[in-house]
């Protein structure tokens, strides 16, 4: 008698994971859409601070006028103030341009990344002068 040798069964194909396996995939977190707000309206940043003569260096990305309200915000800065002197080159001016670098006088002390923005108008609810009760 002969032995019949007994027929392999073909393997079945194992299909691969596209992922990597055992490493996590990372989610992009969505931005926060008041902090791109916070960027979009900024006037310029700060790129360098003199404190013996309380300076500040701005980049601006929109024009600047002297006299006009504007607000200092960053990680450990928040203070508002109205443009009294702005230079460029050590030659006063009264406007800016948008792509400027000029150096103005500040109040308090800034850091560099500081955003430049306009200053919050006041809201009715919000006024100094509330009608007394009584």
């Known amino acids: 008698m002969a032995t019949r040798k007994a027929k392999k069964k073909p393997l079945k194909k194992v299909k691969k994971s596209k992922k990597p396996v055992g490493r996590k995939t990372r989610v ?17 940043v700060v790129t360098h601070y003199f404190p013996n003569v309380k300076a500040a260096v701005v980049m601006l990305k929109k024009p600047l006028v002297v006299g006009e309200e504007v607000k200092f915000q960053g990680h450990t800065t928040n203070f508002s103030q109205k443009v009294t002197s702005m230079q460029i080159n050590h030659r006063p001016l009264q406007r800016a341009k948008k792509g400027d670098e000029i ?8 850091r560099e990344h500081d955003l430049l923005l306009p200053a919050e ?11 007394s009760v009584g």
């Open 28 to 44: 992009k977190k969505k931005s926060a859409a008041k902090g791109k707000k916070r960027k979009s309206a900024a006037i310029g």
């Open 103 to 110: 150096g103005l006088e500040v109040n308090e002390r800034v």
């Open 121 to 131: 108008e006041r809201l009715a609810s919000q006024s100094v002068n509330r009608p």
